[in-house]
């Protein structure tokens, strides 16, 4: 094959492949979390070797092509910004668990009463009057 006809079959291969995702969901929060859990069982299966697993990893990813493949978006979208609010507080210490120890320990995280909001305070300061950032309400807390 000449490589002209090669480069023509691969644009071919790509506007297909553009004409086919429009429309759909694509990949987001949570497909993305089932295709790397599923990853991580298929490299635990290649030791543990059972027949569960490999289902496990096998419903995770055929969950995830879902997802990407769905054209309800606006539900796969409801779905993942619920999965990304639950998640909220592990982020930190999945993507930089020795800052979030340190954070921790220097700073404790209130919610403000009013429009839950969260506010960051040093440790180690008593009871302190706090300002929320986004509604201005003001409430106490002890840090």
Not at 23 to 33: E, I, K, V, W
Not at 74 to 99: D, M
Request: a positive charge.
């Amino acid at each position: 094959m000449a490589k002209g006809d090669f480069e023509k079959k691969a644009a071919e291969w790509s506007r297909k492949a553009a004409e086919w995702a429009q429309g759909r969901n694509g990949a987001d929060n949570l497909s993305n979390a089932c295709a790397n859990v599923a990853i991580l069982i298929v490299v635990i299966d290649l030791f543990a070797r059972t027949w569960w697993l490999s289902l496990l990893a096998l419903i995770l990813l055929g969950y995830s092509w879902f997802r990407i493949s769905s054209k309800n978006i606006a539900a796969r979208r409801k779905e993942n910004a619920a999965f990304t609010k639950q998640c909220a507080p592990a982020v930190p210490w999945l993507v930089n668990p020795i800052a979030a120890a340190k954070e921790g320990k220097d700073y404790k995280h209130l919610s403000c009463p009013s429009c839950s909001q969260r506010v960051r305070i040093p440790r180690g300061k008593g009871k302190v009057r706090v300002t929320c950032p986004k509604c201005h309400e003001k409430f106490d807390g002890r840090a």
